[in-house]
């Protein structure tokens, strides 16, 4: 059995839709008496009617038995790509754990005039068997898809009793290797329906829409097209949509026709009109909500409506720390209204259908859905794809099966724009025979596979993780470059196609970076329609550690012999719902709406703190929606004087349709002459909607408007004398010319900082054809730091030297085994009553990788006031990058130092704050020092992370809690740092935000405040 290539046995087909009906049903979710054995081989005795369950415990249902009892039924196994059984197709172990469940339920009198009672479910993973009241009804397989069982002739009415034998591994378990947790058990809704005489089987509600030609642009005409399926004794048919008019009366099957609905208001992600419909019969009523609209393929372009849409998505597992992909409704309505708020407007099914709940949701909030098969053979990669189950015709039928009951259950839906074969599953007849298969049902809606590299059976040219430069290639119409895997005639055909990258910016720890870039080249060349982050939200299970601490695991957490570590924490969201700053950096490059500055004199800004606004300006605001105007945002402006506001009014601007313009005259600016004078434009929600509430920011500008002002010059100095460093200068005591005081606190520093905690990007391999020119294949970036011994510096003291005012020291650093170093000249002085610190840092010749920072370091211990917060003038709030700063805004900004860190899954670098103006430490509400940074003669500012961890401390620790309690306080300025990248699966850092061993100035003046 569960060796057995078929899709199950007894299941009811064809496959139907997810239909809210009026017909009797009755739940069988609830405790369930279960028991769990090691093999697929126990006694069938517990399916008898008469069977005794006493002895048996009881878990809940839906729920994955590996999340219940406290790992009384085995544990989670994490895998990306590999199998954690024996790649022996289709033959599983025999050491198989495999769940029984049985429950009692009541069958009410009145059922006994149902035509039949249908027994569905929703999810089971991964092959289950049925039995009602010891009758054996079937068998079926296919974990995220919908299965249903006639089970009219076993059930009575009164007491029943189901029982239930799940198989953790099967046949199927091959072509469900998606990248995520296997969680075996009854994991979505169990339902008992009786069917009427003279019900309706099935219903599709087929909707176009045709813009109206006049002066309405927001109405046009409804294409409605219904397919019924019922028997003839269920006619006449009704079709009502109250809203429009519309009450359809079918007498027979052949009558059902299509017709225009005039008046109607289209559906899009953008504006998500949906209008409430029924299709009723004299037994049973089925409740819809309809959304009109048009999906095509024009050329190159994909459209909605006839407009081009361009793709603001993520990658969407069904994850709960907790649940596992248990569908709680109003967490999953909270998660799409924060998409929403993130500026997230298309979702990718990752790698399944989700529960149907989900797609109602998007249809009412307003998504573009690519809705995705219960598909992917990654495993098979491994073998070069030999005996891959794409390409054998003996699994045919079952692909074919997964792709009816994708399609079927879920066809009634406005929101999925795209059908979606599966994913990395290679490439075969069998992908091809689906594609057609769905071709043939469904006509209007494109299909994708992105492992359909020539573009033989699909509608859009897909890819995943492709550079910048290869996205670009493949947006241009240069036609002398051939596509990856294409020769030169299928790069031509696939250029004629829309493109998406089902996959891109790898959101794993820290990062990604560059998604300015890519959203650059999709303004650039319409063909490309954006794509997809890979993922919304990280996947860890809370557990507790052995002292009881409870913590977020991931692979390997739970004693997997085999699995993938960390991998599965590659999300835009935390475990525990926490956005990251790489979600605030995706909304800030997807806003909506784009504010270019043009000031008198200056020729156009982009926004970014260019330009200089010398009393008057223009900016020119920029509708990017797909559908719906401005009318619903209101524009407000502030004035700031180093962060503090000083001014702030609404600008009027004039409802600008989609893809249009609108210049508006800018406020006249009050410009400060002893303080930096920024212009900040938001667009925020005039009205509360369903997902946000009124002032909701949905994009942001900021323009530069300070008066040039003079950084003071470096006072040079003569006649040093060679000292031993023992000396006060101002607020600085020094001992053998390192610092041991600061306003009367003990500190030590500052020592060259060359390393950070890897991120899980810096920890990825290079795959050889990086941007970066510093990279070494099959090596990453963090085992040569650890190799050049980065995390490990030893200082050797050249020279101490000072004058009446100043000190200066001279430091060679470097690590063992190493013959490169760095030299660390630091001079101390007193310059307008401030301490000032200028560090040159110059490294010799002879480092061959790129270096994660440039910075120095200082150590804060505990005291009687320790530092625990900062207050500073720069990019903030969150984390910053060099690759990643378009979510950061210059402004005033306060923290404590716990919030100054993000709490990834796997400890990595996190905290840096770029271009910092002032930074003032504080103990609670008390400040301790403050910290002018002043630029280099390049105009380049450095940046800052405080922390109660040491980068080593951090890059030794797999999880935060083994962090442990610090009361030293650890601040870094950084000259520079190097970029994010997306190296754990894909690009590493663009060459420009690279950092190369370079020599840079770091100078501060310090003084204390307390």
């Known amino acids: 059995m569960v060796s057995d290539l078929a899709p199950g046995r007894g299941a009811l087909r064809p496959a139907r839709s997810w239909l809210r009906s009026d017909a009797p049903s009755l739940s069988l979710n609830g405790r369930w008496q279960f028991r769990l054995s090691p093999t697929a081989s126990g006694p069938e005795d517990f399916a008898a009617d008469g069977f005794d369950d006493h002895g048996w415990d009881s878990i809940p249902v839906p729920s994955h038995w590996v999340l219940e009892g406290d790992g009384a039924y085995g544990r989670p196994i994490y895998t990306n790509i590999q199998f954690p059984f024996p790649i022996d197709p289709p033959h599983v172990p025999d050491e198989n754990p495999t769940g029984d469940y049985r429950r009692h339920f009541t069958v009410p009198a009145d059922w006994a005039e149902a035509e039949r009672v249908v027994l569905r479910f929703d999810g089971v993973e991964s092959l289950f068997r049925v039995w009602v009241n010891g009758t054996e009804i079937g068998s079926a397989s296919g974990s995220r898809l919908a299965h249903e069982f006639d089970v009219t002739s076993a059930v009575r009415t009164g007491d029943n009793v189901i029982a239930v034998r799940v198989h953790q591994w099967s046949a199927a378990s091959y072509v469900e290797d998606q990248d995520q947790w296997w969680l075996p058990g009854i994991f979505r809704d169990v339902t008992l329906t009786a069917r009427p005489v003279g019900g309706i089987e099935d219903v599709w509600l087929r909707t176009g829409f045709e813009q109206d030609s006049g002066r309405d642009e927001g109405r046009g005409a409804g294409l409605v097209e219904a397919e019924i399926t019922a028997g003839a004794a269920a006619f006449p048919v009704t079709l009502r949509i109250p809203e429009l008019g519309v009450e359809r009366v079918w007498a027979a099957p052949g009558d059902v026709a299509p017709f225009a609905v005039p008046g109607v208001e289209p559906w899009s992600a953008e504006v998500p009109r949906l209008y409430d ?377 004039p409802a600008v349709v989609a893809g249009g313009s609108a210049r508006v005259p800018l406020p006249t600016v009050s410009v400060a002459h002893d303080a930096e004078t920024w212009l900040t434009i938001d667009a925020v929600l005039a009205a509360p909607t369903t997902w946000a509430p009124a002032d909701h920011v949905l994009a942001s500008a900021q323009l530069d408007c300070s008066a040039p002002r003079r950084v003071p010059a470096v006072r040079s100095r003569a006649a040093w004398l060679p000292g031993d460093g023992n000396l006060s200068l101002g607020i600085a005591e020094f001992t053998g010319g390192s610092l041991t005081r600061l306003a009367g606190r003990e500190v030590s520093g500052p020592r060259l900082e060359l390393f950070r905690a890897p991120t899980d990007n810096d920890e990825s391999p290079s795959d050889g054809v990086e941007e970066s020119d510093a990279s070494i294949a099959g090596v990453s970036n963090a085992e040569l730091w650890r190799r050049d011994g980065l995390d490990r510096l030893t200082t050797r003291r050249i020279s101490v030297a000072h004058t009446a005012d100043a000190l200066r020291t001279v430091d060679k650093v470097s690590s063992a085994n190493s013959a490169s170093w760095v030299t660390v000249e630091s001079m101390w002085s007193v310059e307008d009553g401030d301490l000032e610190l200028r560090v040159e840092i110059e490294p010799s010749r002879g480092w061959r990788t790129v270096w994660p920072r440039i910075g120095i370091r200082f150590e804060l211990p505990d005291g009687t006031a320790a530092v625990d917060g900062a207050d500073w003038f720069g990019l903030g709030p969150l984390e910053s990058y060099p690759d990643s700063l378009r979510a950061a805004r210059t402004g005033r900004f306060s923290a404590t130092i716990a919030d100054l860190s993000v709490d990834y899954a796997r400890p990595q670098e996190t905290g840096h704050r770029s271009g910092l103006r002032r930074l003032t430490l504080a103990n609670g509400a008390s400040e301790v020092l403050r910290i002018d940074a002043l630029p280099d003669t390049r105009g380049r500012r450095p940046g800052f992370t405080l922390s109660r961890h040491t980068p080593q401390e951090i890059a030794l620790a797999r999880h935060p809690f083994e962090l442990g309690d610090s009361t030293t306080s650890h601040l870094i300025i950084d000259a520079a740092q190097h970029g994010l990248g997306s190296r754990s699966c894909g690009p590493d850092v663009w060459p420009e935000f690279a950092l190369r061993p370079e020599a840079r100035t770091i100078r501060l003046r310090i003084a204390a405040t307390g």
Not at 309 to 335: I, L, Q, S, T
Not at 556 to 581: A, K, S, Y
Not at 614 to 631: I, K, M, N, W
């Open 277 to 653: 419909a029924t299709v009723s019969t004299a037994a049973e009523s089925i409740a819809l909500r309809v959304g009109f609209r048009t999906v095509g393929i024009r050329g190159d372009q994909f459209l909605v409506n006839g407009h081009r849409v361009v793709f603001h998505g993520v990658n969407r597992h069904e994850a709960h720390p907790e649940r596992g992909r248990v569908f709680d409704e109003e967490h999953a309505r909270e998660d799409l209204a924060r998409m929403k708020r993130f500026n997230v407007n298309a979702i990718r099914t990752s790698h399944y259908p989700p529960h149907p709940r989900l797609l109602d949701l998007a249809d009412e909030l307003g998504f573009w859905v690519v809705l995705e098969c219960d598909l992917e053979t990654h495993g098979f990669e491994k073998l070069d794809w030999a005996g891959n189950p794409s390409d054998d015709p003996a699994w045919r039928e079952a692909y074919l099966d997964r792709i009816r009951r994708t399609v079927e259950r879920d066809k009634n839906h406005p929101s999925i724009v795209i059908w979606s074969l599966g994913n990395e599953a290679g490439t075969g007849g069998n992908l091809a025979a689906m594609s057609s298969w769905v071709h043939a049902r469904d006509p209007e809606r494109p299909v994708h596979y992105e492992g359909d590299y020539t573009g033989e059976y699909t509608d859009l040219y897909s890819r995943m993780y492709a550079s910048v430069p290869e996205t670009e290639q493949i947006g241009s119409d240069n036609a002398r470059s051939t596509l990856l895997n294409c020769t030169p005639a299928q790069s031509a055909r696939q250029r004629t196609k829309p493109f998406l990258l089902c996959e891109y910016a790898h959101a794993m720890g820290n990062g990604p970076g560059a998604f300015d870039q890519y959203e650059a080249l999709v303004r650039r060349y319409p063909r490309l329609h954006g794509g997809f982050v890979w993922e919304w939200r990280d996947h860890g299970i809370l557990t507790t550690a052995p002292d009881g601490t409870a913590y977020h695991a991931y692979g390997g957490d739970f004693g997997e012999v085999v699995h993938d570590g960390n991998f599965v924490m590659d999300g835009m969201l935390l475990t525990d719902d926490v956005p990251t700053p790489s979600l605030h950096e995706f909304k800030a490059v997807v806003q909506p709406v784009e504010f270019t500055f043009e000031s008198e004199g200056d020729g156009d800004g982009d926004g970014r703190d260019h330009g200089k606004v010398q009393g008057h300006g223009e900016v020119v605001v920029t509708s990017l929606r797909h559908t719906a105007d401005t009318s619903d945002l209101r524009f407000r402006w502030r004035v700031e004087h180093d962060g503090i506001p000083v001014a702030s009014g609404v600008l009027d601007v």
